[in-house]
Every structure is written in structure tokens, then in C-alpha cells.
């Protein structure tokens, strides 16, 4: 009975963190970011305007999915930016830099 080698699979993934920047539906500034803000949820936001939106993790879904569901509702009416909302945010937990 020979010892039984294992062998190791090393399987070289090379994570590239691409950059998920993409083009605000509302003020057109290529500032558009994706990312993940903890578990299971995501954010889509616009450095420029400040449209954002929160977004439950889907599987299957790459930033790019995000963004065009993020693009989808904006066009829809259903999230605003913050500047031209009319009425004040329900809740705005951002206070300070
Ligand atoms: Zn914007």
C-alpha cells in the first residue's frame, strides 16, 4: 500500500476588480458606482447627482445588471435624484463628510 499522494490543485484565478463605473441615467457624468454594501445588498449611486439605489443581491447578477435596473427605474420615475425630488427624503441617515 503506497502512500496516496495528493495532489494540490492550485487553480490560479487572477480576481481583477474592474472598475463598475458606468453613466448616470439623470446628469449623464460617467460616475456611476456599484458596490456591494454588505450582505446580500448592493448599491447603485451616482457620485455627481446622488441618485442611488439599493438593491438585494441577485445571484446571478453582475454590476451591469445592477445599473440597468438602476436605469430601468430611474426611467420609470421610480427612484430621484435628490437634488430635483420635490419632496424630502423620508430618511437620511447621512450626516457629515
Ligand atoms: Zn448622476
Redesign the pocket.
Known sequence: MGGRRRRRKIIARPKRTLPKIFV??????Q??NVKRIGEGKYVVV??????REEFDEHPRWSAVDYYNAFVDHFLEGKIK?PQQAGERPAEEGDGGS
Open positions: 448616470c441615467p439623470n446628469c449623464g457624468a460616475t456611476v451616482c457620485g455627481t447627482c446622488g441618485l435624484p
